[in-house]
């Protein structure tokens, strides 16, 4: 510490403190010490450079603090009234956690107690890692006798022995010989008051060179808000799949999670990721290549949020649901919980922002709600994304279902990766229709599929009125079905199945043959509402390519949900089935143990 000068003697009106320098024209110190200085002049000396005298300072940054002895946020930043940054070298920072690094190293406080105009030193340690009501550190004195912290310490800093600053003493504790007790705000707590502090403090990582860049970047994304994207997913992006989860609550800025990223996560890659990244993002030159799939042809852009729900075994009305995301090829979990059925729509709508938080920051996100057969009619798309906002999910997201059963199917998914590898070199592709009180046998439609080479199946009722039909394109491979949830079979149609059922009866034979002019043998009539429906189905999608299909339905959703009569719509109750198992390369056992 001899060549320290940049100790700080501050005083305020009554009230004499510490500080230390930062820059060359700012100084740290605690808000209590200058809480007069909106009606007295603050000065600030510097015991090691008399001839400097009192410098007249402001306050230009304030953490906030209420007045009160426990209240947070004592810090306050102070600018020197000079034209010219003073000759003296700022303090030095320490990494975050050096204070209690095992073991734990002695701190040294400079402070001012009365009748020390020039200063005294106090020695303390600290007593644990575990902060005080989030906010301080507690001190102990490193021996029993010496001098204990007291008025005129407050906003001293802590530093090692070998000068690094490691936070800043805030509060005495106690008044007795006995106690010699204190609390100091670390580095980390500081930076959360004043974040320009954070770029003046290292990393664990010695080669930790990249600051002068990753704050140059900041600094351009806070001149333009909005322009660098959700902190939360540049996070997610640098720290990898494997890399530490998302802090509770998140990050509030850009700066928080850059910080976060350099002192807490332990590969040193994760902050050449995070600046890269947000590099890219302010419309920079990539500096590194993006990651690359492990094997096989490129997939889809699309990035799952994975609603999976399954009967739980502990009753008829419990389920299971797991939220999770897929980033990088791999499955990232973010809840789950087995649960009444009542509750799941609740659940569901309190993970689901989690869940895309955990998405790169460019992603195009894709709800997919895997669920059991007879969950497949459910009305997800229509259920709102939250208690505070009543856009449907499929308005907000392009969302799909999938059977779970089907999911789980390594034939079907590996026939499926086949069928889409042919998917991905053409455009629109032709609807395979099933029309409503079609006499075609279930057999007979999976012929028709498999030679067809079926890539779109359309149904003109929902899975309750053609269950045997639906559950046929199930299980083969046909990436894509779509179906309006509700109707039943029109009278024109139900009549002719009754007719059609009596004459069997009394023939004894299969019924009457089929119509020639309809090619798998359906009643077709243009005034039924399943034909109409799969007319217009059919125009369009016409020229959509299946991979872009869940977007198209969400703008269709849109249209709908904009309608004059929005039940009217065609569309209104559009259900889509869309099945790229490209893009859930992981789907095994379940994450989680859910509890009750």
């Known amino acids: ?59 230009v940054a304030h953490g906030g603090w209420a007045g009160g002895v426990t209240d947070p946020g004592d810090v306050a930043v102070l600018e020197l009234a000079v034209d010219h940054d003073i000759p003296l070298a700022p303090a030095r920072f320490a990494p975050p956690g050096a204070a209690y690094t095992e073991p734990y190293p002695k701190l040294v406080a400079y402070g001012f107690p009365e009748g020390y105009d020039e200063g005294t030193l106090a020695e303390y340690r600290a007593v644990s890692p575990q902060l005080i009501a989030g906010e301080w550190l507690e001190l102990v004195a490193w021996h029993g006798h010496g001098q204990p912290i007291a008025d005129g310490f407050s906003g001293a800093a802590a530093t090692l022995p070998d000068g690094r600053v490691a936070g800043m003493v805030t509060a005495a504790l106690g008044s007795s010989p006995e106690v010699r007790k204190g609390r100091m705000l670390p580095l980390d707590v500081l930076t959360r008051y004043w974040p320009d502090l954070g770029e003046l403090v290292p990393g664990p990582d010695p080669g930790d060179d990249g600051r002068p860049r990753l704050y140059d970047l900041l600094r351009r994304a806070e001149a333009g808000p909005g322009a660098a994207g959700d902190p939360d997913r540049l996070y997610l992006d640098a720290v990898g799949p494997f890399g530490p989860p998302l802090p509770p609550g998140g990050f509030a800025t850009l700066r928080a999670a850059a910080d976060y990223v350099r002192w807490e996560v332990p590969d040193p890659e994760a902050v050449r990721r995070f600046t890269d990244r947000l590099g890219e993002l302010l419309g920079g030159e990539r500096v590194s290549p993006p990651p690359t799939a492990p094997d096989g042809p490129a997939g889809p852009a699309w990035s799952p949020v994975v609603v999976e729900i399954d009967h739980s075994g502990a009753g008829p009305d419990q389920v299971t649901v797991e939220v999770s995301a897929y980033r990088d090829g791999r499955r990232r979990p973010v809840g789950a919980r087995r649960l009444p059925r009542t509750a799941v729509r609740a659940y569901v709508q309190s993970r689901i922002d989690e869940a895309v938080a955990h998405l790169a920051p460019d992603a195009d996100e894709l709800v997919t709600f895997v669920l059991p057969r007879e969950w497949l009619n459910e009305a997800v798309a229509h259920w709102e994304c939250g208690a505070d906002d009543s856009t449907p999910l499929g308005c907000a997201y392009p969302l799909v279902v999938t059977d779970r059963a089907r999911h789980h199917s390594g034939r079907l998914r590996h026939q499926l990766r086949k069928k889409w590898q042919k998917l991905d070199t053409g455009g629109g592709v032709e609807v395979h229709r099933v029309e409503c009180g079609t006499r075609e046998r279930p057999p007979s439609l999976r012929k028709r599929l498999w030679d067809g080479d079926a890539r779109l199946a359309g149904f003109a009722a929902p899975p309750t009125v053609a269950r045997p039909h639906f559950e046929v394109g199930l299980t083969v491979p046909v990436p894509v079905l779509l179906w309006p949830r509700g109707g039943a079979p029109c009278a024109v ?104």
């Open 1 to 59: 510490m001899g060549g320290a000068a940049w100790h700080a003697r501050i005083a305020c009106g009554d009230a004499v403190g510490a500080g230390f320098l930062v820059t060359g024209r700012r100084v740290l110190t605690c808000a209590h010490v200058v809480r007069a200085g909106d009606r007295a002049a603050v000065t600030v000396s510097f015991p090691h450079a008399r001839e400097l005298g009192e410098v007249p300072a402001t306050v």
């Open 493 to 596: 149609h139900e009549d002719a199945h009754r007719a059609g059922t009596a004459r069997q009866e009394a023939s004894g034979t299969e019924g009457p043959a089929p119509d020639a002019s309809c090619p798998a043998g359906e009643i077709p009539d243009a005034s039924c509402p399943g034909t109409a429906f799969l007319d217009r189905l059919t125009a369009s999608v016409a020229d959509v390519p299946p991979a872009e299909l869940p977007r198209h339905v969400m703008e269709l959703r849109l249209t709908a949900e904009a309608a004059d009569d929005p039940e009217g719509h065609w569309a209104r109750h559009l259900q889509l089935l869309w099945d790229d198992p490209r893009c859930f390369p992981e789907t095994g056992a379940s994450l989680h143990s859910p509890v009750a």
